[in-house]
């Protein structure tokens, strides 16, 4: 009886056990995928980024369209400074688009940042030479030349095409000061590398008439 009170009083004393702790509910397991994307475009512009991308991102698990939220999730991570990030978001649709130059642009962009300078260099060549009005591509490409080859000269054509193709672009006041500085120089060039004119060949000297002499009065 006594080790049957004793067992029975220790049982009452000891702890109880800690109830199972229940996962937290996902705060938008529910929310449709076009409410999830327009609050991570607000918490982006709030700029509570790192928020932004997780919701942008859930938009896309729930079946908003990747070809509109991708460019706006790539975006977000570059502004906080995400660019690994912002590849690894980017590359996997760039493989299954590849087509998307806009987004090849952009993942050049992101490549030059990290100073991946051959890749940004890959995916520009392919989009001059397949998009060949993509202004973009020939400012980075110019860039590119002029700051991570140290080439102004080869940047040139780049930058020129830009400003023909976007005239009012972004960066159209940028280039027109870049360019400007060997306008004097390339018309020197010009100059150079004109033909010469052919020297006309000197003709006999003509004689000239002497003074009469004066008459010495005697």
């Known amino acids: 009886m006594v080790g049957l009170l004793s067992a029975l009083l220790v049982g009452a004393c000891a702890p109880p056990e800690p109830a199972v702790r229940q996962p937290m509910p996902d705060p938008i397991a529910d929310v449709p995928g076009q409410q999830l994307y327009d609050s991570g475009v607000r918490l982006a512009r709030s700029g509570d980024l790192l928020r932004a991308e997780q919701y942008v991102k859930a938009a896309m698990e729930r079946g908003f369209p990747e070809e509109r ?41 992101i490549h030059l940042g990290l100073g991946n300078v051959d890749d940004a260099e890959t995916h520009l060549s392919e989009v001059i030479e397949r998009a060949p009005t993509n202004a973009p591509a020939y400012y980075l490409m110019g860039m590119l030349h002029r700051e991570e080859h140290g080439d102004p000269v080869a940047s040139e054509p780049y930058l020129q095409r830009y400003l ?14 870049m360019l400007r ?15 010469a004119e052919p020297i006309e060949p000197e003709g006999p000297s003509e004689p000239t008439e002497s003074a009469p002499e004066e008459a010495t009065p005697s």
Request: charged share 25%; with cysteine.
């Open 69 to 109: 939220a991708l460019p706006t999730l790539l975006k977000i991570c570059v502004a906080a400074s995400r660019l690994n990030a912002a590849l690894q978001y980017a590359e996997p649709h760039l493989r299954d688009h590849p087509g998307n130059f806009r987004l090849r642009t952009l993942v050049a962009s």
């Open 164 to 177: 023909e193709l976007a005239p009012n672009g972004a960066h159209a006041a940028e280039v027109r000061n």
């Open 181 to 195: 500085p060997r306008e004097p120089i390339r018309r020197i060039e010009h100059i150079i590398d004109r033909p």
